[in-house]
């Protein structure tokens, strides 16, 4: 019997690949262990979709509905590990990713907020004008999201505005942070090193326990009210080029 893709089902030990996820309702479906390669997932609606142990290599999400969606220990990178999943204008609001190779993956135009996560592979990612944001009244925007322990080394996250966000423990090496917003944000433990700051606001940023070899303060955008610890001060003063002596 053929496969036929609906909302609420269920799919295990499947290749849907050939099927058509052009405007789908998919929405509450369960994937388990499932291989999705080269699907173009054109508007489809996949709002409290739960994808465990699944493949989706060089899938293409456009104008999707991936609300509350659950990916946990996904593969989204191809087999060379060299192209990534695109997420083109999509909805991820409050969706939640655990686990996964995102390398090289794509989020362009697309609603995050409240997108949680934690312990990803984001190497070579690119987050171009996503929008971590929502607005609650004509002048009330607030931002949320999380990168919690992800490996985001040499990620384009240029002008990214995440303030108050959470990247604690995240690998941000050799990243690009140009005009990116992070004020207030959690980055305790995160690794810094060689990332791209130039124009970055991280003023009340707490990076206490961070990597900040490198890191040059006078570069910065905003930088009041930074939280860090006393062994870091020494490195943060050596990279403007001041000479500290013990005593």
Not at 29 to 40: G, I
Not at 69 to 84: K, M, S, Y
């Amino acid at each position: 019997m053929a496969t036929e893709l609906k909302a609420g089902g269920r799919f295990v030990d499947l290749d849907l690949s050939d099927l058509d996820w052009t405007d789908a309702d998919l929405t509450d479906a369960v994937f388990e262990n499932c291989t999705l390669r080269e699907v173009q997932a054109q508007g489809a609606a996949l709002q409290g979709a739960r994808f465990t142990g699944c493949r989706l290599i060089r899938c293409r999400f456009a104008h999707a509905d991936l609300r509350e969606a659950v990916f946990e220990a996904c593969n989204f990178a191809d087999d060379a590990g060299h192209i990534g999943a695109a997420f083109a204008f999509c909805r991820l609001e409050e969706a939640r990713l655990r686990k996964c190779d995102l390398s090289f993956a794509r989020f362009e135009r697309s609603s995050l907020w409240g997108v949680e996560m934690e312990a990803c592979n984001l190497r070579g990612s690119a987050f171009v004008r996503a929008d971590f944001s929502r607005a609650f009244g004509r002048n009330i925007v607030q931002w949320a999201g999380a990168l919690k322990g992800c490996n985001l080394e040499l990620a384009d996250l240029t002008q990214l505005r995440l303030p108050t966000g959470d990247l604690n423990r995240s690998s941000l090496r050799e990243a690009v942070l140009v005009d990116a917003d992070l004020e207030g944000a959690d980055l305790r433990e995160c690794d810094l090193f060689q990332a791209l700051t130039v124009g970055a606001k991280l003023a009340r940023a707490d990076l206490r326990g961070a990597e900040v070899s490198g890191l040059n303060l006078s570069e910065l955008a905003t930088l009041q009210g930074m939280k860090i610890t006393l062994d870091q001060q020494y490195r943060l003063l050596n990279a403007m080029g001041v000479d500290v002596h013990a005593e």
